[in-house]
């Protein structure tokens, strides 16, 4: 990956690697980009600021490149996720796709569907966040509490959330609406035109 000019990133704590990051060269809204397909940090290191660091460091990569972008994917019913991508980092939500990766089979995400928020972080740290239209209307949306427990829980219950946070979101996203937050308490910040 690096060799072909993608950014490849590792986090050690001595000689045990507990965080990585990959991402190779793409496009967004016809500018250049890094895609960023994978950022993890070991179990037990989350909110350390670690994760954090990692993407920081990604993001000065990509700007000594004149990358103006970074993109990337995440489960919208994940909170964590939700949180840190658009309240800690300030990535600006594109667009939702319904079960992009198709059933993922791992321990994580359990058979559900693999819908994601497409998301786009400018490199730039003075670029503004999405702004609200005049004439909109803000609208939230909960999201479950831990829908990793869930999955493995109560299945049938994980898949009522999926398919009415893809409705709720997803559907209003399609139509035009803008994600302009993310609450403590899990739910997404809409603004959306009358």
């Not at 993001?59 to 909170?79: H, K, S, Y």
């Not at 003075?126 to 609200?132: D, N």
Request: glycine content about 8%; overall charge negative; proline content about 5%.
């Amino acid at each position: 990956m690096g060799h072909s000019g993608g950014c490849v990133a590792g986090a050690y704590d001595q000689d045990r690697l507990v965080g990585a990051s990959f991402g190779f060269l793409a496009r967004h809204h016809g500018e250049p980009a890094l895609h960023s397909h994978l950022t993890g940090i070991v179990p037990g290191l989350q909110h350390s600021g670690l994760g954090r660091s990692i993407k920081f460091h990604q993001r000065d990569w990509a700007a000594e490149r004149d990358l103006v972008w970074i993109t990337w994917t995440f489960d919208p019913i994940v909170r964590r996720n939700a949180w840190f991508n658009i309240e800690v980092l300030g990535a600006h939500v594109s667009e939702y796709l319904v079960d992009f990766y198709g059933s993922m089979a791992d321990s994580i995400n359990a058979h559900d569907e693999s819908d994601r928020l497409f998301v786009a972080w400018p490199t730039d740290p003075a670029a503004p966040r999405p702004a609200a239209p005049d004439d909109s209307t803000t609208v939230h949306v909960d999201t479950p509490v831990d829908i990793v427990v869930l999955r493995r829980t109560d299945p049938a219950e994980a898949m009522e959330w999926r398919r009415r946070v893809r409705k709720e979101l997803g559907e209003r996203i399609d139509a035009g609406a803008i994600v302009t937050g993310f609450t403590r308490e899990g739910r997404y910040v809409l603004q959306v035109v009358a």
